[in-house]
């Protein structure tokens, strides 16, 4: 939001004020637009010109979502919370003041800016989408760029006062999620969602009882394993959410424009995969604690981890992270790691994090060179089997063997004799140090 810009009052007209006005538009509009609808199809909606004052923001829009639970310290889940804190309050001043600020943010970022484009053309090329309650279901950031414009200058852009819109026939929330959903999740030139922006999406669905084929069809995604996906990404989310209160002395529960960081999603899905394991919950306690704590760690200090970065896509290894703490803090005994590791997990000393990690992951790269010289012995065991089987075969026959092939063997067998030599000069220097 610049600095000149102030939300006025003005831009929250009652309620009533806008249902009336806008009724008497629609029903004198000899207009209409093609909008694209729920379910793919196209439809021929009223296009009508209504004054910037009489159009608010959407208190439901997925693009803010993260922003207001972090706000508010909603978990996403809680839509009992969500409604009762924020979306019953979309009509108040201080509401959309807040929904304006978060907008006006995203319509300045440089992958979209859209305040610069608008300021440059100083035309509103696309008309805004809204209901009949004038709240606005696709256009949300546009609606904030042309506010702002118009207010600091409105001679230089004298057209943002009035405000093309297509009006959906009515005014019904789970219809105005629906047209978000078709618009935005679908494969349109619009800016994609975020990955956090689907992931809570998906979530919010699930938490309203949506099946996974219903999930699917509202988020237009491709299957139901971009959907699993989504969820899982959630449930790791959600699950690092709680765990990270316990050694982070400066969490903000529910921040999930925190969470929402590039390069947290990885992390995310792979503590959601622990978590949708079919195994005891002590397991997953122990393995999703661990994986948290490692992210946390590389999170906040990216040189914490030695050598290349701890691997923490290894959902198929998550079961080895309790094995390398015991070994990285010196206890065997499986009883006493776990309490160890109870005591770990309330640690609020980075140092202390950050050390027991660095050494899993020393204890990690052992075992991952031991077992890549494990298979590269048992490949040269193979192949040393191979090669006697071919030696064995060799037969020389002074009637038909050409001189040729005699030269050919005889100078591959001194190369095996070389290499023989070599490898048993190596095993006979270093014979007292091999395990």
């Not at 300021?119 to 950031?141: A, E």
């Not at 207010?151 to 105005?176: G, K, L, M, S």
């Not at 063997?409 to 095993?427: A, G």
Request: with cysteine.
């Amino acid at each position: 939001m610049t600095e000149e810009f102030e939300f006025s009052q003005d831009f929250v007209k009652p309620q009533a004020h806008r249902r009336q006005l806008l009724r008497t538009l629609v029903a004198d509009s000899v207009t209409t637009s093609r909008q694209i609808v729920p379910g793919g199809g196209i439809e021929q909606l009223a296009l009508i010109t209504l004054p910037i004052t009489h159009i608010i923001y959407n208190a439901d829009n997925v693009r803010i979502r993260d922003k207001v639970l972090t706000e508010f310290e909603i978990e996403n889940t809680d839509t009992e919370k969500f409604d009762q804190h924020f979306y019953s309050k979309r009509e108040n001043f201080e509401t959309q003041k807040f929904i304006h600020s978060v907008l006006s943010e995203l319509a300045h970022a440089t992958d979209a800016d859209i305040y610069t484009r608008l300021k440059q053309t100083q035309v509103q090329r696309d008309p805004i989408l809204i209901d009949t309650d004038g709240v606005i279901v696709d256009g949300n950031r546009r609606m904030s760029s042309i506010r702002e414009l118009y207010t600091e200058n409105p001679a230089d852009f004298p057209e943002f006062n009035e405000i093309e819109c297509v009006v959906i026939p009515r005014a019904d929330r789970q219809n105005n999620k629906e047209f978000e959903h078709q618009i935005h999740f679908a494969d349109t030139l619009q800016l994609e969602y975020t990955w956090l922006n689907k992931a809570l999406e998906a979530q919010r669905l699930e938490a309203e009882r949506k099946d996974r084929d219903e999930i699917r069809r509202q988020l237009q995604l491709s299957s139901l394993t971009a959907v699993d996906k989504l969820l899982i990404t959630a449930k790791g989310m959600q699950r690092y959410n709680k765990v990270k209160a316990g050694f982070d002395p400066e969490h903000i529960n529910n921040n999930y424009v925190d969470l929402g960081q590039y390069g947290n999603e990885q992390s995310f899905i792979e503590i959601g995969k622990v978590m949708d394991r079919d195994i005891p919950a002590s397991d997953k306690k122990q393995q999703t604690l661990l994986q948290s704590v490692i992210h946390f760690v590389v999170q906040n200090d990216r040189k914490a981890i030695g050598g290349r970065a701890f691997n923490m896509n290894q959902a198929n290894r998550a079961h080895k992270l309790f094995d390398w703490y015991k070994r990285a803090i010196g206890v065997e005994n499986t009883s006493r790691a776990n309490q160890k590791l109870r005591d770990f997990g309330t640690s609020v000393v980075f140092d202390d994090l950050r050390g027991t990690i660095q050494e899993m992951n020393r204890k990690r790269l052992q075992d991952e060179r031991q077992q890549t010289e494990d298979e590269q012995q048992s490949q040269t065991k193979s192949k040393i089997e191979d090669a006697l089987d071919a030696l064995e075969t060799i037969n020389v026959n002074s009637g038909t063997t050409r001189k040729t092939h005699l030269r050919n063997i005889k100078r591959n067998l001194d190369k095996i004799d070389k290499e023989t030599k070599r490898v048993r000069e190596d095993i006979g220097s270093q014979e007292e140090n091999l395990s």
